[in-house]
């Protein structure tokens, strides 16, 4: 047993104690957001430094799992408005997202009418070699990802899409020697490609200038923009275009309306998995979603936009469109 003196020295020297001096009291996490109750340190459990950290704050605990990173600010969930991340859907939101999956299935038979009947052409030695290194970048990020973070971030729509180049570019390699591989990768062809550009351009102009503006402290706003710069950022939100590029130079063919369906097939996808699993948890990776508001209807508008403008821009077949708004 801890002679009375010892125990007493070692009360006096806890964090606890030391607000206690200051006239504060101990803050104390909540298990659920990590958020402080009051004024002072925040004295973090043991539960909530390793999982619930990971899944609480937008960058994802911000360093090696065997250290607390505790020079590494995160941004918190709680810190979006509450009427954003609590309360019931609006009908608006409801009848948006059931429209739109009635339209990826109303137009099923015609896009898979337009798959295309070409499969991917066998690649040079030198084509061979840049899909090889692009694979073995690819696997090496989500390698730093896993050591430095864990599986957390692959639920993310950013590390979706960097797993969707890997398993197309895979395909380039692979497709003359299976009629199933060839299959997938023209599934995967146009996702892979414009999905890096919503990913880019989402992040860098929408997403990060918001996660700034939310962040009240300034020390922990400056260490976000440094963030960004990081390895690991600058690969998932800016590599992925060059390698969206090298799947297009590689395997080059025109657009057309099955790739513009498989691609808002994979948003819709994701939507309803971020709706139906991660919001009602409280990991509001994307709060431009949030179903909570009739303004959501925008939102979504102009995130299929986002998808359907790069279509258009590189010539991919807009007739069956053109048709339906005619109609």
Known sequence: QMPQSAAAGKRASSPEAGIRKQGKSPTVVSKRTGGDDGDGVVAESKEFRGKNRRLMSFIGGGGDKKTEAKDKPTFKFDSFPLWLREGS?????????????????????????TFPTTVDRTLSIQEKQIAGACIAWNMYILYIMLRDVGYFPIVTFTMMS?????????????????????????????????????????????????????????????WF????????????????????????????????????????????????????????????LYIILS??????????SLLIGSFVAPYWAAGGDMTHLTALFKA
């Open 225 to 284: 923009i440094k963030f960004n710069f990081s390895f690991f950022l600058l690969n998932v939100h800016c590599v992925n275009l060059v390698m969206a590029y090298v799947v297009f130079t590689l395997q080059p063919r025109p657009l057309i309306f099955f790739d513009l369906w498989c691609t808002l097939g994979v948003a819709l996808v994701y939507l309803v998995f971020y709706q139906s699993v991660l919001d009602p948890r409280g990991i509001h």
């Open 162 to 222: 960097w797993t969707i180049l890997l398993f197309r570019i895979t395909t380039l390699l692979l497709a003359p020697y299976s009629t199933y591989i060839a299959t997938l990768g023209q599934v995967l062809h146009a996702p892979a490609i414009m999905n890096a550009l919503v990913v880019c351009s989402i992040w860098w102009f929408v997403l990060v200038p918001l996660i700034t503006l939310f962040m009240k402290n300034p020390v922990e706003r400056m």
């Open 89 to 113: 859907w609006t009908a608006t939101a409801v009848v948006y997202i059931a429209c739109f999956g009635a339209l990826i299935v109303y137009f099923a038979p015609t896009a898979l009418s």
């Open 291 to 300: 179903p909570r508001t009739h303004l959501c209807c925008v939102t979504y």
